[in-house]
């Protein structure tokens, strides 16, 4: 058993996996009895199959743009079978030429298990404070 998960790791291989569209490499993340509270039009993802459609769906939508993905204000606490770990994520779209057209900010939770010597993602949750005048997330810090 690995004693402790290295989450810099998991933010590197999210990192890489959603920059070059790379579907599999993303869901090598997640545990298959996953849970997911997305921001976007969903209540919840429960399991595999349900949150890789999702990725699926978002990362085949960007034709020639690309995500560039940005973590801060990391933090975890470790645990010898459960670990989570919270950040600031912020995602940038990005043209062929380099270009970032467009940008947004998430607060960030993982809650990963070890299950059969390895760390998988159980728990994610994205979020954004609400603008209480509008009633829209605030996408910027």
Same mark, same amino acid.
């Given at each position: 058993?690995?004693?402790?998960?290295?989450f810099n790791a998991f933010f590197e291989a999210y990192k890489?996996?959603?920059?070059?569209?790379?579907?599999?490499?993303?869901?090598?993340?997640?545990?298959?009895?996953? &849970?997911?509270?997305?921001?976007?039009?969903?209540?919840?993802?429960?399991?595999?199959?349900?949150?890789?459609?999702?990725?699926?769906?978002?990362?085949?939508?960007?034709?020639?743009?690309? #995500?560039?993905?940005?973590?801060?204000?990391?933090?975890? #606490?470790?645990?010898?079978?459960?670990?989570?770990?919270?950040?600031? #994520?912020?995602?940038?779209?990005?043209?062929?030429?380099?270009? &970032?057209?467009?940008?947004?900010?998430?607060?960030?939770?993982?809650?990963?298990?070890?299950?059969?010597?390895?760390?998988? &993602? #159980?728990?994610?949750?994205?979020?954004?404070p609400i603008d209480p005048e509008k009633f829209s997330p &605030?996408?910027h810090r």
């Amino acid at each position: 058993m690995q004693p402790t998960l290295d989450f810099n790791a998991f933010f590197e291989a999210y990192k890489s996996s959603v920059l070059n569209k790379q579907v599999d490499k993303l869901m090598d993340l997640y545990d298959e009895d996953l &849970i997911a509270f997305d921001m976007w039009g969903r209540w919840s993802y429960v399991g595999e199959g349900p949150w890789r459609g999702m990725n699926e769906e978002w990362l085949g939508s960007l034709g020639s743009e690309s #995500v560039v993905v940005e973590f801060d204000d990391i933090n975890a #606490v470790y645990g010898a079978e459960i670990s989570a770990a919270y950040a600031t #994520v912020t995602y940038k779209a990005r043209s062929e030429t380099g270009e &970032i057209l467009r940008s947004m900010q998430n607060r960030l939770t993982w809650v990963a298990r070890q299950k059969n010597g390895a760390w998988k &993602i #159980v728990h994610q949750h994205t979020s954004a404070p609400i603008d209480p005048e509008k009633f829209s997330p &605030i996408l910027h810090r």
